[in-house]
């Protein structure tokens, strides 16, 4: 039995489908010149942050693709000294990215200020302190124009962005990637968010745009998996790309031993999930194929 609180979110599917989360009473609405932000609480989903009706991130499944986005790909590399955040202006990701000691420093380049500014003061579980920590610096301006002009080089990239259509599109594209690597530095790792495999662009599948546009650039491309409830309800698949193809067949052996060396507490990242997560199902191993 469903119930609706009103103000309830809609994300559309494609034609036939929707994602709809219920929204209980109303904490903050603010109209961006990028976009309508909203907090709200849900039964179950604790607070949620919304954009122009879809939603972003709440604090009960939050860590489920922080997480795996960041921790993953360090405890992969396993000397990640800086990162670059494009989006994620909630701050999960940086909070993740802090968490390890060895980052000594994290850029978040955010479009939005209000983002950050609404996070922080409604729901600041999910950034924590990262906003705070002097190893962090956040600069408000267009992700792509920023890595267009950066001279500065980074050991992980992770794009935390929305979705392939609309503003988050340049994105995806091949131009914003090639200047991603120009900004990575050797045996780097870039990340992405690709949303789930049922996802078009264009007349294609988004795996599959993805990781031909990626294997221009990289020796070592493909996905790792997450299911995050709030996202389409099934599984999530981050890009991976590096030109070091043993970062992604780290046996599980050294990931446990960088986990527990860390000392970094996590509500679902282990080691065990590191390692099934590139556990792929055939029918993105087929559009890869096609890439």
Same mark, same amino acid.
């Given at each position: 039995?469903? &119930?609706?609180?009103?103000?309830?979110?809609?994300?559309?599917?494609?034609?036939?489908?929707?994602?709809?989360?219920?929204?209980?009473?109303?904490?903050?609405?603010?109209?961006?010149?990028?976009? &309508?932000?909203?907090?709200?609480?849900?039964?179950?989903?604790?607070?949620?942050?919304?954009?122009?009706?879809?939603?972003?991130?709440?604090?009960?499944?939050?860590?489920?693709?922080?997480?795996?986005?960041?921790?993953?790909?360090?405890?992969?590399?396993?000397?990640?000294?800086?990162?670059?955040?494009?989006?994620?202006?909630?701050?999960?990701?940086?909070?993740?990215? *802090?968490?390890?000691?060895?980052?000594?420093?994290?850029?978040?380049?955010?479009?939005?200020?209000?983002?950050?500014?609404?996070?922080?003061?409604?729901?600041?579980?999910?950034?924590?302190?990262?906003?705070?920590?002097?190893?962090?610096?956040?600069?408000?301006?267009?992700?792509?124009?920023?890595?267009?002009?950066?001279?500065?080089?980074?050991?992980?990239?992770?794009?935390?962005?929305?979705?392939?259509?609309?503003?988050?599109?340049?994105?995806?594209?091949?131009?914003?990637?090639?200047?991603?690597?120009?900004?990575?530095?050797?045996?780097?790792?870039?990340?992405?968010?690709?949303?789930?495999?049922?996802?078009?662009?264009? &007349?294609?599948?988004?795996?599959?745009?993805?990781?031909?546009?990626?294997?221009?650039?990289?020796?070592?491309?493909?996905?790792?998996?997450?299911?995050?409830? *709030?996202?389409?309800?099934?599984?999530?698949?981050?890009?991976?790309?590096?030109?070091?193809?043993?970062?992604?067949?780290?046996?599980?052996?050294?990931?446990?031993?960088?986990?527990?060396?860390?000392?970094?507490?996590?509500?679902?990242?282990?080691?065990?999930?590191?390692?099934?997560?590139?556990? *792929?199902?055939?029918?993105?191993?087929?559009?890869?194929? &096609?890439?």
């Amino acid at each position: 039995m469903s &119930k609706s609180y009103g103000g309830d979110l809609h994300e559309e599917i494609n034609d036939y489908g929707e994602l709809l989360v219920y929204a209980g009473p109303l904490i903050a609405e603010e109209q961006t010149p990028f976009q &309508k932000l909203t907090v709200f609480e849900n039964p179950i989903l604790g607070k949620v942050l919304g954009s122009d009706g879809i939603s972003q991130t709440s604090e009960a499944d939050e860590a489920i693709y922080h997480e795996m986005m960041a921790h993953v790909p360090i405890f992969a590399h396993g000397d990640v000294k800086s990162v670059l955040v494009i989006g994620g202006g909630d701050g999960g990701i940086l909070r993740c990215v *802090l968490d390890h000691k060895t980052v000594t420093r994290a850029v978040l380049v955010e479009i939005d200020e209000a983002v950050p500014r609404l996070v922080q003061q409604y729901i600041p579980t999910i950034c924590g302190n990262a906003f705070k920590d002097t190893r962090s610096e956040v600069i408000i301006t267009d992700g792509f124009k920023y890595i267009q002009e950066s001279t500065e080089k980074f050991d992980l990239i992770i794009v935390d962005s929305t979705d392939a259509y609309g503003p988050g599109r340049v994105l995806f594209e091949d131009e914003f990637l090639t200047f991603a690597k120009a900004c990575l530095n050797p045996g780097g790792i870039f990340v992405n968010q690709n949303a789930t495999d049922f996802v078009h662009y264009g &007349k294609e599948m988004l795996v599959t745009t993805i990781a031909r546009s990626l294997r221009k650039h990289y020796a070592d491309v493909s996905f790792f998996r997450t299911a995050v409830p *709030l996202y389409w309800g099934g599984d999530s698949f981050l890009g991976w790309a590096t030109n070091n193809k043993e970062l992604r067949q780290q046996p599980l052996a050294t990931i446990a031993q960088r986990y527990s060396a860390s000392g970094i507490v996590t509500k679902y990242y282990n080691p065990e999930m590191h390692i099934a997560s590139f556990a *792929l199902p055939n029918s993105v191993r087929a559009m890869m194929t &096609k890439a």
